[in-house]
């Protein structure tokens, strides 16, 4: 009877080393697991799509008089310098339009140039090994694909700033006559709404007095949704206080959006 006893304490022993070896082995799986996850995630590259409007404009499109840091300058230059900046440190999985406001923004002069990054071929998206004996490979095979992506990456950036200095040299302090900031708006909705960039981060900025002289713009709501948006040099000058407010106010009922930045001249540098 002592022997039976022990036989089966012995069973039972076995039996709960058993259960907790699988359960150490399935929490070692699930740690596996969600670390591949992390590395997995880690590597997602999320793609974005930046718009440029810049406003060609007499209003925006001459020198600032009247002193003050800006006296002398050109917010159009500015502008053209910081897309310029931009596009120069564009990295891989970017896609970039720049447009101009014009007095008809619907005109097909008004497309400055674009400069598509967004190719697969120019990300490196495989995942960073979890076990440490594969990570030098995995760290030489990314850095032998960066270096061959950067050139083209470097061909495509250097068209697009050719075109960017093209188009500054052409307008600087020759503005057009009239401005139609909301229809170069709505131009880059189209864009924005495109099935292909519908995971994008996308970003809209501005450059602008929104002086727009071509609308009724009281009234008038263009829905672009998921979309950051910033307004750059929206100057005070030619407003009061309450006229500056209003306006912005209206721009952020006409794109239904009250979390857009509207940012002056010194805060735009």
Not at 6 to 26: E, H
Request: a negative charge.
């Amino acid at each position: 009877m002592r022997k039976i006893n022990f036989t089966i304490l012995l069973l039972f022993l076995v039996v709960i080393g058993f259960t907790r070896c699988s359960s150490g082995l399935d929490n070692q799986n699930e740690t596996r697991q969600h670390s591949d996850s992390i590395s997995n995630e880690q590597m997602k590259v999320k793609k974005k799509l930046t718009i440029f409007l810049v406003d060609v404009s007499g209003s925006f499109n001459e020198i600032v008089k009247g002193g003050g840091h800006f006296n002398g300058k050109n917010y159009f230059d500015i502008a053209c310098n910081q897309i310029y900046d931009y596009i120069r440190n564009a990295k891989g999985g970017e896609y970039i339009i720049v447009k101009q406001i014009k007095s008809n923004s619907f005109d097909e002069t008004g497309f400055v140039c674009n400069l598509d990054l967004s190719d697969s071929t120019l990300v490196f998206t495989k995942p960073k090994p979890t076990n440490v004996y594969e990570v030098n490979d995995w760290e030489n095979e990314k850095n032998t694909f960066e270096k061959n992506a950067d050139k083209v990456l470097t061909e495509k950036r250097n068209i697009a700033l050719h075109e960017i200095n093209t188009f500054k040299n052409n307008y600087t302090n020759k503005p057009s006559g009239s401005t139609d900031v909301f229809n170069a708006i709505f131009s880059c909705k189209q864009d924005f709404d495109k099935a292909i960039y519908s995971d994008y981060i996308k970003t809209l900025i501005i450059y602008s007095d929104f002086w727009d002289t071509q609308n009724q713009i009281e009234g008038e709501v263009i829905e672009i949704p998921d979309v950051t948006v910033e307004g750059r040099f929206v100057s005070k000058a030619n407003h009061n206080r309450t006229s500056y407010e209003k306006m912005i106010n209206m721009w952020k009922d006409a794109i239904n959006d009250k979390s857009i930045v509207f940012k002056t001249p010194e805060q735009s540098e």
